[in-house]
Each structure stands twice: as C-alpha cells, then as structure tokens.
C-alpha cells in the first residue's frame, strides 16, 4: 500500500479484556516497529522485527504484551488482561531495512482506551 | 540506554517569528537525529534530519544544529506560518554497521503560530 496502515484507529475495551492491533507495513519494508504514545509524552519503542523475528523486543513493558509477524508483513500487538494503563496510542512504522532511518514511515496508530 | 530531554513543552509565537525547539542526549554513540512533525490524529512525519558528522543542516524554513561535545541539537523554524502549528519531536538513534532504527524521543514541543 501507499503508507503504513494500522487498524482499528481506535479501540475501546474493558479492563481485563485480551486486545489485538494490526499494522499493515509499506509493501516490500523488512523492518517494521512498533511504539507506544502516551497522552503528552514522545512515542516509545516497544519491539522491532527484520523480517519474521522479533530483533529486539526489550521494549515490552511486561509479559502482557506479546508481538507477531508471521510471514514478514503484516504484525499484531496482542495485549492480555489490559489494564488502564495500557491506554495509549500505538504507533507502527516501518522502513526498507533496519538501517534506512530516513525512511521511516509511521502509521495513524491506534488509540486504545481501556474502562 | 538513551535519554531525549526537549525543551519548552509548548511554545507559542506570532506568524512570521521564528521558533526554536531545543534537545539534549545522554548517549554520545548516537550518530543520528532527526525531527518530526505531528498532526492532530496522524503520526509522526520525518521533516528534517542531522548526522554526528555534520554541525548544521537548512532546507528552506527549517534548520537544525547539532553540537556533539555537548551533546545538544536544535530545530529553528523561521518565518513562521499558522501550518506550522503541531506537536514537534526530536530523535535519537544509532546509525550504521549492524545498528537498526529504534530511536529515542524527546517528550515533544506544542507549538501554536498565531495569526
């Protein structure tokens, strides 16, 4: 596609819900990344994935987060037991290689509030 | 790891002033630092970038200098337009050799141009 897409945009759950987030990378982008943007605060990085493998997901605030991307393209952010501190807005992007810094693309992120 | 501190947190100017966003870093092995732009509801675009090698970087309106002893860089935006107003980032990262793209923030700049 033309840009990195991410849905849902935005996503209401109860706490104590399990919560999926999907980000469809820019055709052909090998890295992908995926932060998290809390309200007023700079995006802060969850994993990075080159390819299939998660390269470095030491971002993870803990065991409830776990990340995907099975085939090399598209990735899911899996959430269990959400809390309301996991309100936030979760930024994909991607770029060519793990190197092409200027090629970073992000997505509109997905807004996830937990009641 | 990193640290991004920015300054001011919001910063509001007449149309046609400049404004000047500025961030230090605590790593000095990041070699690479860009700036990004964000609007209402979308993620963060790439509007200007620096490397460790290089003191000052201009692309029409926008500036950015890096002083590496001191481990500081600034984005200068003159003359000002009311399009201008978002929320500014800056960046940190490692570039090159088996390095990838997982960048640090600062904690973001409001900045508002008046009419």
């Known amino acids: 596609g033309a840009g990195v897409s991410q849905t849902p945009s935005n996503k209401v759950t109860e706490k104590g819900k399990y919560v999926e987030l999907r980000c469809d990378p820019i055709?052909?982008?090998?890295?992908l990344y995926w932060y998290r943007q809390s309200l007023g605060q700079g995006p802060e990085f969850l994993i990075y994935f080159q390819g299939t493998g998660a390269a470095d997901d030491s971002g993870l605030p803990n065991d409830r987060f776990f990340a995907v991307r099975p085939e090399g393209s598209v990735s899911t952010l899996k959430i269990q037991r959400t809390e309301r501190g996991d309100s936030a807005v979760y930024l994909c992007a991607s770029s060519l290689t793990g190197g092409d810094l200027r090629g970073y693309t992000f997505g509109s992120g997905t807004r996830l509030t937990v009641v | 790891g990193e640290n991004v501190e920015q300054h001011p947190s919001t910063l509001s100017v007449q149309e046609g002033d400049s404004a000047v966003i500025k961030c230090t870093y605590s790593?000095?092995?990041?070699?690479?630092f860009p700036w990004y732009k964000q609007e209402l509801g979308k993620g963060p675009q790439l509007i200007i970038d620096?490397?460790?090698?290089?003191g000052e970087k201009k692309d029409q309106r926008i500036a950015v200098t890096l002083n590496k002893t001191a481990k500081h860089f600034s984005l200068h935006i003159t003359e000002t337009q009311p399009e201008d107003s978002a929320v500014y980032f800056c960046a940190a990262s490692k570039r090159g050799g088996t390095s990838y793209g997982k960048l640090t923030f600062g904690q973001g700049t409001i900045l508002t141009v008046h009419p």
């Open positions: 055709s052909g982008h090998t890295a």
């Open positions: 790593d000095s092995a990041s070699n690479y």
């Open positions: 620096i490397r460790s090698n290089v």
